[in-house]
T-cell receptor, first 113, second 112 residues
Framework: KQEVTQIPAALSVPEGENLVLNCSFT??????LQWFRQDPGKGLTSLLL?????REQTSGRLNASLDKSSGRSTLYIAASQPGDSATYLC????????????FGQGTILTVHP | DVKVTQSSRYLVKRTGEKVFLECVQD?????MFWYRQDPGLGLRLIYF???????EKGDIPEGYSVSREKKERFSLILESASTNQTSMYLC???????????FGQGTRLTVV
């Protein structure tokens, strides 16, 4: 059974710092990996999708990498801002049922001015 | 923009009631999903559907059923609501396999 782990569970940084969130998964037979953002009491917003054949994806200040063989992904946030404060979730799609996501527990990010 | 819309943001229901949570997507996606999210347990898949009238159980289907009569609509049914079904419910959709999942805004259900 796929298991997804995110480290750290919480992170507090001053504004302007570059930071890295980590995600690991136990079964490397994935179809894609997706990073989401969740604000308190709200739904999930898709940030980046990396297909299994890709190594990385970029969107603005965000860059996500994927190393399938080692079962790892990282989300890099450049020049963090207070508006980046949220919970970041990593999810992998794979296994016997296509499109079904297995989520990590998330990293709670706080960026203080 | 893809839009996934859940019928309610907040619901309060009584124990034993039959509860319907509705989800509509506007992008002709084949796949639709229902998850619940609880502190300390994360997001867990309840049911999903890959086509009209097709459904598969997720990790925690007990106490729930689903209906997909039209491609754009996926309903989650709590047959007899219980207090342990108090949770945040999230609907999602995606096109075909391997592509990006989009989520609704969530429904906070409280069963009293």
């Amino acid at each position: 059974k796929q298991e997804v782990t995110q480290i750290p569970a919480a992170l507090s940084v001053p504004e302007g710092e570059n930071l890295v969130l980590n995600c690991s998964f136990t079964d490397s037979a994935i179809y894609n990996l997706q990073w989401f953002r969740q604000d308190p009491g709200k739904g999930l917003t898709s940030l980046l999708l990396i297909q299994s054949s890709q190594r990385e994806q970029t969107s603005g200040r965000l860059n996500a990498s994927l190393d399938k063989s080692s079962g790892r992904s990282t989300l890099y946030i450049a020049a963090s801002q207070p508006g980046d404060s949220a919970t970041y979730l990593c999810a992998v799609a794979g296994g016997t049922s296509y499109g079904k996501l297995t989520f990590g527990q998330g990293t709670i990010l706080t960026v203080h001015p | 923009d893809v839009k996934v819309t859940q019928s309610s943001r907040y619901l309060v229901k009584r124990t034993g009631e039959k509860v319907f949570l509705e989800c509509v997507q506007d992008m002709d996606h084949e796949n639709m999903f229902w998850y619940r999210q609880d502190p300390g347990l994360g997001l867990r898949l309840i049911y999903f559907s890959y086509d009209v009238k097709m459904k598969e159980k997720g990790d925690i289907p007990e106490g729930y059923s689903v209906s997909r009569e039209k491609k754009e609509r996926f309903s989650l049914i709590l047959e007899s609501a219980s207090t342990n079904q108090t949770s945040m419910y999230l609907c999602a959709s995606s096109s075909m396999r391997y592509t990006e999942a989009f989520f609704g805004q969530g429904t906070r259900l409280t069963v009293v």
